[in-house]
């Protein structure tokens, strides 16, 4: 067995002989409310059915206990929780890098790169490289990020504006809420 770094995760909830209040508010596997009655009795009527006793709402005065087939209840719980994962959409940032000296039609490339990314909902970082002479002049690149920026400004709009940090100038730019939406055609 390896060892874990992490703490072992303890359990949401006790069952069968974990649970050590004397009285415990029950409910059968049919969900039918038996009331409050001893933890000893709830626990032979939960072991003679061949399920488990599992304390559902430890806050309550007295806990409420439910009698079910705990592995079919963890089971039932991860499924949802995986099922509620995958509907929920990570935005992650993506980066395009440009350069001060970029070409028209390679700037049409990062441009048309840019708005997949926007369109599946990501953010989109903007970086313009500088080497050597080029950290002279700054403008340039403000410049390629200004134009850069009025070729997506349809569909995004600026969450950070340019800025030079070191020999790279970034820009952030997200997705507008509002997308264009396309005229029904008439047919």
Same mark, same amino acid.
């Given at each position: 067995?390896?060892?874990?770094? =992490?703490?072992? *995760? ?9 649970? /050590? +209040?004397? &009285?415990?508010?029950?409910? %059968?596997? =049919?969900?039918? *409310? ?9 626990? /032979? +009527?939960? &072991?003679?059915?061949?399920? %488990? ?135």
């Amino acid at each position: 067995m390896r060892y874990s770094p =992490e703490a072992p *995760q303890r359990e949401a909830y006790r069952v069968n002989h974990r649970i /050590r +209040i004397r &009285q415990v508010f029950l409910i %059968d596997d =049919e969900g039918n *409310q038996l009331g409050v009655m001893d933890t000893e009795d709830a626990l /032979r +009527i939960a &072991q003679e059915k061949g399920l %488990d006793l599992v304390e559902v709402a430890a806050n309550q005065r007295p806990p409420v206990c439910r009698i079910m087939d705990y592995g079919k209840f963890k089971y039932e719980n991860k499924k949802k929780a995986h099922a509620s994962k995958k509907k929920q959409h990570q935005v992650h940032l993506k980066e395009v890098r440009v350069r001060p000296k970029i070409a028209d039609g390679d700037l049409e490339v990062k441009v048309k790169r840019a708005r997949e990314f926007l369109g599946k909902g990501h953010k989109v970082q903007v970086t313009c490289l500088f080497r050597g002479r080029e950290m002279a002049h700054p403008d340039v690149g403000l410049d390629v990020m200004d134009r850069f920026f009025q070729a997506i400004s349809d569909i995004a709009k600026i969450e950070r504006e340019p800025r030079l940090e070191g020999r790279r100038m970034n820009m952030i730019v997200v997705r507008t809420k509002k997308q264009p939406q396309k005229a029904p055609s008439k047919e």
